[in-house]
């Protein structure tokens, strides 16, 4: 067994390295620690829905739809048999990298919580406080709320949790968050009973989340420590938002309340530091809920408590955060899925919705009302959940029309999508090989038709051990010889901040995109220059490699992933059939010979989005040129 296991948060922080690093700091620029004791709003009044006795105030928001099934949701977890997460459990991950194992119980044992939650103070009669009380319990009987995988943030480094310490991380931040709404909506209910029990709550909240961040300078994610490169991703806003919310839902001392919010500011100041102006997330759309998402959410809650005081929902790096996530959407559910993303997607309407409203962006609107499937969406993060109640009624109202901008440029992320009439949808990538939850793939593109992926990024499995680990690009999917990339002189790209795309470029008039991709290849591809470009035109694809090599000892493949039907069979040609369209890719047969490889997907995180299988196409080249220019042309075929 090792000692040390190395987990998201050391990938995340300790080994990588980040270079878009520069100091707004705008939340601090805002208001000042004065300020912001000034315009907190004390004793819960920011908190816009009605008090648990409030009958006709929930009546109001909730209708009789909606009210159903919030009290289904919570008839189902009245059996709910509140689960003990083993000792062995936490160990399994030591022993063979499993995540679920402990996850799943702790999972549903959270998402329990909230629907009873929700189920009372939809009902109101009282028959779900005695379940809500247990699971109450049962959570304040558990040593930690932190997962397996993350209580690699205790100083002993292990995955048993230590009762000497306490850690703040995304699962134990949603459970506090989670109680402390369940403190404040029910405490009175609780103490009907026996006042001990919101006591102990009240207690446990206070040693495991506010003591703990006020007390604490030591997680990587807080960022209080940053130095020069170092990486600021999503736990950063998604663990101060849940603080945010627990200092708010219980902190009453306005000093004290004072210095933990601007506490929190200081914090997620360093996460918008971190992030390009031109507002793209290098984590892919998978986790932009996650990152941006969660921004919006902690920046919310925030103005919430200050009576819009303290926002700043009208920078422009704001706003660009919210349109990623429209400007990324293929349609029918397909996504740009770069890094640890899946293929699948979307978004999350309500949340899209509110975060557009909020910094007045009528693209995201549109695209909530387009997404908006008019279904309330529960989960464990309670904050989500109720504001979806709370703006239910408003986004069912609107109108539906996908947005769909002819090109979405951001020049420091250095991603660029393109579309045309004809049903094109490009998407391509420079930036660098470092960062959050990279794949070494500078360069690739993802090509769609008519909202169907033809060439694609196989997105990442199931996550384990080895998933956040030094061991991470031994795994397939994260490597550039399983992306829509060159292999030079038989030597794939390499993981580093110094393996980076150079002179990225995109023309808009022209619609072409480039990038030089050569030092993305350690020393030993001996390759001086590799500038990949793509051009969009009315009814093709043209992509071109111009490359110059120090020498040339293997001979260069070019690799293309697929799915659906494919047909090799003429030289030159390559067919590919998904569904109902068809595509042609064509390159020089004279320069290439062609191979498919079928690449099997056993992992359900994989085989849910593609099917069983997906296909690696390889161009080998026939000759072992220094210099040379390689053309592929990708065309619809009606």
Known sequence: MKKYIFTFLFLSIMFLQANAYTEKNLLQKSASLEQVKSALILNQQWVPYPAYTDRAGWEKILGETTKAQLIKNGEKALSHEWELVKLTDYLEYEKSGNRQIMEAPLGR????????????????????????????????????????????LQNSKRTIPDHNEHVIDLTSGDMGSLLSWTYYFFHREFDKVNPIISERLRHELQERILDTYMNEDRFWWMAF???????????????????????????????????????????????????????????GPSYWGHAAGKMYDYLQILSDGTGGRISIFDKPIIRNMGE?????????????????????????????YRYGK?????MMIQQAAYLNKNKLSTSRDIFRSLQNILYANELNSLGSTQPRPSFSWYPETEFCYMTNKSGFFIATKGGYNNESHNHNDLGTFSLYMNNTPILID????????????????????????????????????????????MNTSFNPKKMSFSTDIARAYPEEARVKRWVRSYSLSNDKVLIQDDFSLEEATHANE??????????????????????????????????????????????PRLSNVWG???????????KTNKRGTYRYTVQQVK
């Open 109 to 152: 044992n959270l998402l329990a919580i909230t629907h009873l939650l929700l189920a009372e103070l939809a009902e109101g009669e009282g028959r779900f406080i005695d379940q809500l009380m247990n699971g109450v319990f049962a959570a304040c009987e558990m040593t930690s709320w932190v997962p397996s995988a993350h209580l690699t």
């Open 225 to 283: 420590n940053l130095k020069p490169g170092d990486m600021v991703n999503n736990w950063n806003p998604w663990c101060n938002f849940n603080v945010l919310q627990c200092f708010l839902l219980l902190e009453n001392d306005q000093e004290k309340l004072a210095k933990a919010v601007h506490r929190t500011m200081r914090s997620v100041d360093e996460f918008i530091n971190y992030t390009h102006e031109d507002g793209g997330c290098e984590e």
């Open 324 to 352: 990623y996530i429209v400007r990324s959407y293929v349609g029918n559910g397909w996504v740009v899925n770069f890094a640890d993303a899946s293929a699948r997607g979307g978004g999350d309407a309500p949340l899209i």
């Open 358 to 362: 909020a910094v007045k962006s009528h």
């Open 458 to 501: 196989a997105g990442v499995g199931t996550y384990t051990r080895q998933t956040f680990s030094s061991e991470r690009y031994a795994i397939w999917t994260m490597q550039s010889k399983y992306h829509n990339l060159p292999t030079i002189n038989g030597v794939p790209q390499a993981f580093g901040s110094q393996y980076k795309a």
């Open 558 to 603: 070019v690799h293309f992933l697929t799915w659906g039907d494919i047909d090799t069979s003429e030289k030159g040609k390559v067919k590919i059939q998904v569904e109902n369209q068809k595509a042609l890719l064509s390159y020089d047969k004279n320069d290439f010979d062609v191979s498919l490889e079928t690449i099997q997907l056993d992992d």
């Open 612 to 622: 069983n299988e997906i296909y690696r196409l390889t161009l080998a080249a026939k």
